[in-house]
């Protein structure tokens, strides 16, 4: 099973400021990686997927990086609906797992 | 517009069974990679199940053996028959597509919470 390891766990952040998150897989798993937001008690939603490629209608403050082992989910100049908690996800490999999340809060 | 809608949660003794929809609209489940996660209360995210497109299914190790993933094409709906249920299968469950070409969960239901108390 590939892990995913998440950091930080959280972090809270002042609006217009920029966070970054970094998912490391456990082996290659190449640009099958991808990062969801979830809202409380909200299901989660789809940010980017493929590492870097942006869902539809998700702002373009939100960006991904990375292949292989060493991801990076950046949120530029955040605001206060951004607080919440963002999981990243791999698919190169059964079972499917995802990062343990990191929640933002807004100072 | 693509749309999930899960049902059937609810209160359940231990090794007891409960059987789970999600009603899809804006897309053909039997056509798609559709899936089952789960989410423990104050818990991360964990994939349960898939069935693909061609019938194809895979389970986690938890739960293989005693959930069962299946469609109905007539109805456009998903399900997820639970047996054997037990205190740890407390959780959110939903519904979610796969996209056909990054393989990200493009869409999710609302979820559903399944109990498993005494």
């Known amino acids: 099973e590939i892990v995913l390891t998440q950091s930080p766990d959280f972090q809270s952040v002042t609006p217009k400021e920029k966070v970054t998150i970094t998912c490391r897989a456990s082996?290659?798993?190449?640009?099958?990686l991808h990062w969801y937001q979830q809202k409380p008690d909200q299901s989660p939603k789809l940010l980017i997927k493929?590492?870097?490629q942006s869902f539809s209608g998700v702002p373009s403050r939100f960006s991904g990086s990375g292949s292989g082992t060493d991801f990076t989910l950046t949120i530029n100049s955040l605001e206060a609906g951004d607080a919440a908690t963002y999981y990243c996800?791999?698919?190169?490999?059964?079972?499917?797992?995802f990062g343990q999340g990191t929640k933002v809060e807004i100072k | 517009e693509v749309q999930l809608v899960e049902s059937g949660g609810g209160l359940i003794q231990p090794g007891g069974s409960l059987r789970l929809s999600c009603a899809a609209s804006?897309?053909?489940?039997?056509?798609?990679?559709m899936n089952w996660l789960r989410q423990a209360p104050g818990k991360g995210l964990e994939w349960v199940s898939v069935?693909?497109?061609?019938?194809?299914?895979y389970y986690a190790d938890s739960v293989k053996g005693r959930f069962i993933i299946s469609r109905d094409s007539s109805t456009n709906t998903l399900y997820l028959q639970m047996s054997s249920l037990r205190a740890e299968d407390t959780a959110v469950y939903y519904c979610?597509?796969?996209?056909?070409?990054?393989?990200?969960?493009?869409?999710w239901g609302q979820g559903t919470l399944v109990t498993v108390s005494s």
């Open positions: 979610a597509r796969r996209d056909p070409d990054s393989w990200a969960f493009d869409y």
């Open positions: 804006g897309f053909t489940v039997s056509t798609n990679y």
């Open positions: 069935i693909y497109s061609g019938g194809r299914t």
């Open positions: 082996q290659n798993i190449g640009r099958s």
């Open positions: 493929y590492a870097s």
């Open positions: 996800h791999q698919s190169s490999s059964l079972p499917w797992t």
